[in-house]
Structures are given as structure tokens and as C-alpha cells.
């Protein structure tokens, strides 16, 4: 199967999320600006909350020129303030009437750099925005649902670097894992109101958080450490929120469901230089391994 084409439009309904009112954090950019416009196209009516009043403008835009300018609405907050998140949720209740999904996903990269240079403020800032902010979400979000009475769905961005060492960015990686964890807890605590809490782990994609501006940027910063061979997208994470947010996922809930194009699945690379592929006529051969031509190949 060859990759989506990301620049498509989605407009018109489907209905995957007909009659759901969502809230998504970081809706100005990147995945959560892809999560609105899907979540928008399968019918929810979405509140788009972020700190940055200009490409949350940008972003109302986008789904007004789809069609879908009555159904949006953007709410100015900061994630890491609770008084902040009160009035997002309120926002939702007051503007549509109710709360079906909570989209966890506004983020930056934090702090970066040695644990033994990270000064406290640093971390602290980087902990507030980064789980803080779940957890007030899912605290809020949660409450609402509960009174509400008819369940809901919570999905919270974590990271692949929340599941193992973040390489160079210890304290963002301890709030994904931190996420990740909280995921799980709540799962418990709201499954008998009916409420899921789920999160997922991207891997490398290319949004404005990690400045690459077109897909060799991205290939650079890769490295060749994902199998796949397409650019991760901020649709494809979207999708991932899509599913979990609508009935299809209706048994799922405290999982981490990980968007990476097999980066983790490619584990510690015991054998660099000897990557395994298949061919188009249905055979593998071995790659990188030069010594013994011939050898290698096996049906
Ligand atoms: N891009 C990647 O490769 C990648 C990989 C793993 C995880 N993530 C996570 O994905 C999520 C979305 O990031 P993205 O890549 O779409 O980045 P992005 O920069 O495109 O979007 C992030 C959004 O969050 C908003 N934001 C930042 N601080 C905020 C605050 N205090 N309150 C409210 N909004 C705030 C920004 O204004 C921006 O609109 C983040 O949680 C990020 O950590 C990204």
C-alpha cells in the first residue's frame, strides 16, 4: 500500500464521530491542526485550544474555508494553568453543550540537554507543560465527562521518547513517560463512567515543532533510523486519535499505541550494516553485507 497522499482534502462528511463534541490542545499546529480538521470532517464539533492566538486563527481558517465554520471554535489557553483548562472545558460545555473527547496533545520540546546542566526551573517548566497539563486535562475533561453521564474518550500525545531514553532531551522524555503512565492510571479510575484513556506515541514527524520544512530536512534528522520509507505526517497521528476517539475503539483503553513507521520496532540493530529486505518478486536478500556476494540472498 503506497502512503496516503497528506495534502488531500477530507472535506465533506463521513461521520465517524457524528454528533461528538472534542477538545484539542495544540489544535494550532502540527497534529492537533490535522486532528481538528479530520475530527471536523467526520462530523464532531471541535473547540481548538492553544496558546498561540495567530495560527489558532489560522487554523479556524482552514476549517472555515472546509466548510465547517460553525462547528469550530477557538478557546485561548495555556495548558500547564488550571484555571486555563477549567475554561476550555467550560468553553466546550457553553459553546456546544457537551464533551465527548479530550485530544491531550499541545507540546514543546522542554528542556534539552545533560541532566547535570538542567537547572530546576527548567525542568519544572518543562514537567508543567508537558505532564501537568495531561493531568489537569484528564482531571477537567474527566470531571465533565462523569457528570455528563455517557462516557467519552481521552487521548493524550505521548512519545517514543517516553518509552525508552529520549536521546539528548531527559526531561521531555521523563513527562512522556510520566503521560504514559498517567495514561494507564486513569484508564482504571474513569472505566466505570465509560470514559477511555488512551495515548499515543509518535515517532518522527514532520510538524513545526521539530523545524524541519520539507522531507529531506526530516530525512537528515532521521538518520535512517525508521524502517519506513515515507515521511511520518501529522494525518497519520491524527488518524491514530480519529480511531481512538470513535466507537471502533469502544473495548480499547490505558493502551499506548505507538505511530513511529517501525522505529522502536527496529530494537538495537545488532547487525547495522546487514538490514534485511524484501524484493518485488517476493524473495529477500540481505543488504550491506559485501564480503560473501552471493550468499546472501534466500528465497
Ligand atoms: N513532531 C514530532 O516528531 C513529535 C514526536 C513525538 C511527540 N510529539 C508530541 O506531539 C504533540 C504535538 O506536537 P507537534 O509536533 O504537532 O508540534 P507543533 O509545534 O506543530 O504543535 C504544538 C502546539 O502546541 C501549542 N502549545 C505549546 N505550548 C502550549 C501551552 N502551554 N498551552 C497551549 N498550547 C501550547 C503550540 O502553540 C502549538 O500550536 C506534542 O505533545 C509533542 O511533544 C511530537
Redesign the pocket.
Known amino acids: 500500500m503506497t502512503k496516503r497522499d497528506t495534502n488531500s482534502t477530507h472535506a465533506g462528511r463521513k461521520g465517524r464521530l457524528e454528533g461528538q463534541v472534542a477538545i484539542i ?2 489544535g ?5 491542526r490535522a486532528a481538528t480538521l479530520i475530527f471536523l470532517d467526520e462530523g464532531a464539533r471541535v473547540v481548538v485550544a ?3 492566538t495567530i ?1 489558532g486563527a489560522e487554523t479556524i481558517a482552514l476549517a472555515t474555508e472546509r466548510g465547517h465554520g460553525d462547528a469550530v471554535c477557538f478557546q485561548r ?4 494553568q488550571e484555571a486555563d483548562i477549567e475554561a476550555m472545558v467550560a468553553c466546550a460545555l457553553d459553546r456546544f453543550g457537551r464533551l465527548d473527547c479530550l485530544f491531550n ?4 520540546g522542554g528542556a534539552l540537554g545533560p541532566i547535570v546542566d538542567t537547572t530546576m526551573e527548567d525542568w519544572d517548566r518543562t514537567q508543567h ?1 508537558m505532564l501537568r497539563s495531561v493531568f489537569l486535562g484528564i482531571k477537567h475533561g474527566g470531571r465533565a465527562m462523569l457528570k455528563q453521564g455517557s462516557g467519552g474518550s481521552i487521548i493524550n ?1 505521548a ?1 517514543v521518547a517516553g518509552l525508552g531514553g529520549g536521546g539528548g532531551m531527559p526531561a521531555y522524555s521523563a513527562a512522556k513517560a510520566g503521560v504514559i503512565n498517567l495514561t494507564q492510571n486513569a484508564a482504571l479510575e474513569l472505566a466505570p463512567g465509560h470514559i477511555r484513556v488512551n495515548a499515543i506515541a ?4 514532520q ?4 523545524h524541519a520544512k520539507s522531507k529531506e530536512d526530516m530525512a537528515r534528522f532521521v538518520g535512517g533510523r525508521q524502517p519506513w520509507p515515507d515521511t511520518g505526517m ?1 494525518d497519520d497521528i491524527a488518524y491514530a486519535a480519529l480511531y481512538l476517539a470513535s466507537k471502533e475503539s469502544s473495548f480499547v483503553t490505558g493502551e499506548t499505541i505507538r505511530v513511529d513507521g517501525g522505529l522502536l520496532a527496529a530494537g538495537p540493530g545488532l547487525f547495522p550494516n546487514r538490514a534485511i529486505h524484501a524484493t518485488p518478486g517476493g524473495s529477500f536478500a540481505m543488504s550491506g553485507a559485501k564480503e560473501r556476494p552471493g550468499k546472501d540472498s534466500v528465497r
Open positions: 490542545t495544540g494550532a499546529s502540527g497534529m492537533g492553544d496558546l498561540n495560527t489557553t495555556d495548558v500547564s496533545n499541545a507540546g514543546l507543560m500525545t512519545s509518535p515517532g518522527f514527524v510538524t513545526p515543532l521539530i501529522p
